[in-house]
């Protein structure tokens, strides 16, 4: 049996017939680039929003009832008695706005704030963001603030946070490790723009604009932790009026 013939090949550089199957380019590197730019940005996008979401519901977190106070502090005998020095150096201080030096253990700093709020309360003269409560401590290498603010409903957001700060020569050394608001832990996002208000005021204590009010921080001279001890050289000048005891 004779084989059918076969079909000349065309010649080189002629145009395929219309039944011919074309070949398959893939896109163009600028296109991919689009596309691939593209993806990133809708990816970037769409984390972002997630993150600001949840930033969002965690500083509108419904406030607690109560404020979360911790025990009270129970000072030895050697603590009361430093804690009665540290009072009349601070008022001598305030007077003569001179330089306050002391050094105080965390049960001794916790005990002054919540006597001298307790005085404002009875005075009359606590300020609506005052703190309700107040606790600091140490926590192995970390040091630990936890305190209580009154919104207007007559409730209460109870904040912890936990880092290091310290001040020498002009100078902040700190860290914001973690930071609670009711107990749950802030997302990335909320610790970056409260990292960053932090930052802003001490920068402002480092370098004071001419035209700016002072940096809260303003007056301290040293403000570290030695042992289980801080040590605090404070500018009378601007420390705030001590209650009157009774």
């Known amino acids: ?44 996008g769409g984390v972002f929003v997630v993150s600001a979401i949840r930033a969002k519901n965690w500083f509108g977190q419904k406030a607690e009832a109560t404020a979360a106070e911790g025990a009270a502090p129970v000072l030895s005998t050697e603590e009361e008695q430093g804690l009665e020095k540290f009072f009349w150096q601070y008022w001598k ?13 965390p049960n001794q700093f916790n005990a002054f704030v919540m006597r001298e709020m307790a005085k404002k309360k009875k005075a009359g003269t606590a300020k609506s963001q005052d703190p309700e409560a107040f606790q600091a401590a140490f926590e192995g290498e970390a040091f630990v603030v936890r305190f209580a603010v009154p919104d207007q409903a007559g409730k209460f957001r109870n904040f912890e946070a936990r880092g290091f700060f310290s001040i020498e020569n002009r100078r902040v050394a700190w860290s914001l490790d973690e930071i609670k608001l009711g107990g749950k832990e802030a997302p990335w996002l909320a610790r970056f723009l409260l990292r960053r208000a932090f930052q802003a005021v001490v920068e402002a204590y480092e370098h004071p604009p001419a035209d700016a009010p002072a940096s809260p921080l303003e007056g301290f001279k040293l403000l570290r932790r030695e042992g289980e001890r801080i040590h605090l050289i404070a500018d009378g000048n601007y420390l705030p009026p001590p209650e009157e005891r009774h």
Do not use: H
Request: proline residues 14%.
């Open 1 to 44: 049996m004779s084989e059918p013939p076969t079909q000349p090949s065309a010649p080189f550089g002629t145009i395929p017939p219309p039944n011919a199957t074309p070949s398959r380019k893939g896109l163009g590197l600028g296109c991919q680039i689009l596309l691939w730019g593209g993806l990133v940005v809708l990816l970037v």
């Open 93 to 105: 201080a305030y007077k003569e706005k001179s330089d306050l030096e002391v050094a105080f253990t």
